[in-house]
């Protein structure tokens, strides 16, 4: 089965740049869809469609997937983008949906 | 605006069947690709299957020997169904909605937190 593949966590300091990658075999190839999830919530679209961002999504947060990396970058970080980040593809070949492991972004 | 919201019992004994029904309102069960996803406590998110609005299924091959998805369209909510359940079940399950097969989550439900113990 597929399987993407997420560093546990990343620091970044506040107005820095946060960079969260997801790996997969053949990545480019496949849809990536990332999200955001605070403690005690339920996880948040953040971007979908390797690039797009939903409505109320600030600018900051963007997206790229080349080869067999995908990447959520996060400019100009601030505290409340602490949390927990996902990557999500469908996987056509199984038809099964298919998360990475989870990436906790600290704000130093 | 599309609310999804899950209930069932928060406690099962291990061997028993866990059941949980997610109630779509707001907007059509058909039509859509319904999920339901689990998170153990201080884990990840783990997909556990899909039903399509023909009613197709789909399971996580770690779980499928398990779990039954369904729909009810006139009650407007899906159902899971987890036979012999272990300690290992124990999590958040939350239903969340797709668009098509290769789209995002759109919706998601609050979430119910389901403990296996005797």
């Known amino acids: 089965s597929y399987v993407l593949t997420q560093p546990p966590s990343v620091s970044e300091a506040p107005g820095k740049t946060a960079r969260i990658s997801c790996a997969g075999n053949d990545i480019e190839s496949k849809i990536v869809h990332w999200y955001q999830q605070k403690p005690g919530q339920a996880p948040v679209l953040v971007l979908y469609y390797n690039t797009d961002r939903p409505s109320g999504i600030p600018e900051r947060f963007s997206g790229s997937n080349s080869g067999n990396t995908a990447t959520l970058t996060i400019s100009r970080v601030e505290a409340g983008d602490e949390a927990d980040y996902y990557c999500?593809?469908?996987?056509?070949?199984?038809?099964?949906?298919?998360f990475g492991g989870g990436t906790k972004l600290t704000v130093l | 605006q599309v609310h999804l919201q899950e209930s069932g019992p928060g406690l099962v004994k291990p061997s028993e069947t866990l059941s949980l029904t997610c109630t779509v309102s707001g907007g059509s069960i058909t039509s859509y690709y319904w999920n339901w996803i689990r998170q153990a406590p201080g884990k990840g998110l783990e997909w556990i299957g899909t039903?399509?609005?023909?009613?197709?299924?789909i399971y996580n091959p770690s779980l499928k020997s398990r779990v039954t998805i369904s729909v009810d369209t006139s009650k407007n909510h899906l159902s899971l169904k987890l036979r012999s359940v272990t300690a290992a079940d124990t999590a958040i399950y939350f239903c969340?909605?797709?668009?098509?097969?290769?789209?995002?989550?759109?919706?998601w439900g609050q979430g119910t937190l389901v403990t296996v113990s005797s």
């Open positions: 039903i399509d609005y023909t009613g197709s299924t």
């Open positions: 969340a909605r797709q668009s098509m097969a290769s789209g995002w989550f759109d919706y």
């Open positions: 999500q593809v469908w996987d056509s070949s199984s038809d099964h949906r298919v």
